[in-house]
T-cell receptor
Framework: AQSVTQPDIHITVSEGASLELRCNYSYGATPYLFWYVQSPGQGLQLLLKYFSGDTLVQGIKGFEAEFKRSQSSFNLRKPSVHWSDAAEYFCAVGRGSTLGRLYFGRGTQLTVWP | GAGVSQSPSNKVTEKGKDVELRCDPISGHTALYWYRQSLGQGLEFLIYFQGNSAPDKSGLPSDRFSAERTGGSVSTLTIQRTQQEDSAVYLC??????????????FGEGSRLTVL
């Protein structure tokens, strides 16, 4: 069965520090991988996605993620965090171009100290 | 409209009452999804509609939950005889499948349901 694990429930970083949010998935085929961000009181917004090709993908707001098949991981990174990045981050996995349902992790809450 | 619209944004109901939650997807999007977000539980898939195909209802937690999509556009999620454990934020999303598919789900801001 498909599943997504985000091992960190809550992460706190100082503004300007680097960030890495972990995501591991379990999937029987080539996965389609996504990171979404949810700011307080707002809907989820797509940060980036991986379908195929280059395993390092760039997203909006300076985020990037690297797909590592051997580790079944798709970790999200940002070299320098801004206070506005404080939000909840969700990793998700889907299948194929028809997508169907996405399987989401439980989310990682990011707090940024000034 | 410009985005996915959900109503009501907040709903407080008494245990045992029925509720209806509405989703108006982005115009032209052929796929529509309902998810439930409970505190600390991430997003739980409920149901998925794609075009005229039979919906994928595999995520509905009980037969008290049902959803329909009329005319390939607006969708209504109905919860009958609500229970306190139904309290959650119900999120709707739509996406464009087929030609031009980017794989992105566009989410509404959700309907927060509180069952007293």
């Amino acid at each position: 069965a498909q599943s997504v694990t985000q091992p960190d429930i809550h992460i706190t970083v100082s503004e300007g520090a680097s960030l890495e949010l972990r995501c591991n998935y379990s999937y029987g085929a080539t996965p389609y991988l996504f990171w979404y961000v949810q700011s307080p009181g707002q809907g989820l917004q797509l940060l980036l996605k991986y379908f195929s090709g280059d395993t390092l993908v760039q997203g909006i707001k300076g985020f990037e993620a690297e797909f590592k098949r051997s580790q079944s991981s798709f970790n999200l990174r940002k070299p320098s965090v801004h206070w506005s990045d404080a939000a909840e981050y969700f990793c998700a996995v889907g299948r194929g171009s028809t997508l169907g349902r996405l399987y989401f992790g439980r989310g990682t809450q990011l707090t940024v100290w000034p | 409209g410009a985005g996915v619209s959900q109503s009501p944004s907040n709903k407080v109901t008494e245990k045992g009452k029925d509720v209806e939650l509405r989703c108006d997807p982005i115009s032209g999007h052929t796929a529509l999804y309902w998810y439930r977000q409970s505190l600390g539980q991430g997003l739980e898939f409920l149901i998925y509609f794609q075009g005229n195909s039979a919906p994928d209802k595999s995520g509905l937690p009980s037969d008290r939950f049902s959803a329909e999509r009329t005319g390939g556009s607006v969708s209504t999620l109905t919860i009958q005889r609500t229970q306190q454990e139904d309290s959650a934020v119900y999120l709707c999303a739509s996406s464009l499948l087929g030609v031009g598919n980017t794989g992105e789900l566009f989410f509404g801001e959700g309907s927060r349901l509180t069952v007293l």
